[in-house]
């Protein structure tokens, strides 16, 4: 089992920066692939962001590329997400998720943490 517990949320003007944690609890976490997922009011919960469990790797949605930075510290259990360039468009509930596979899809990932708000306002 691994718990996790995000923070970090809150509200930030357009073009502001947030920085999201994960803290990680139970089962090794430096084995475990992590990822981050963002769900708005009314849509479906999507990719944000993932990294492998040495980060050597990083992915991400087209939608946040070259503005959002995942990274993880194994040392601290905790896995990061720097949000720089807000957009309104990026306002939803940010979940971490602890998977074995480095993948996008979020059936493949077994644990999650109960989310942060994030909201942008323009």
């Known amino acids: 089992q691994v718990q996790l517990v995000e923070s970090g949320g809150g509200l930030v003007q357009a073009g502001g920066s947030l920085r999201l944690s994960c803290a990680a609890s139970?089962?090794?976490?430096?084995?475990?692939?992590m990822g981050w997922f963002r769900q708005a009011p009314g849509k479906e919960r999507e990719f944000v962001a993932r990294i492998s469990w040495s980060a050597a790797a990083t992915y991400y949605a087209d939608s946040v590329k070259g503005r959002f930075t995942i990274a993880r510290d194994n040392a601290k259990d905790t896995v990061y997400l720097q949000m720089n360039s807000l957009k309104p468009e990026d306002t939803a509930v940010y979940y971490c998720a602890a998977g074995a596979l480095g993948v996008d899809a979020a059936s493949m990932y077994p644990y999650w943490g109960q989310g942060t708000q994030v909201t942008v306002s323009s």
């Open positions: 139970g089962r090794t976490f430096g084995r475990w692939f």
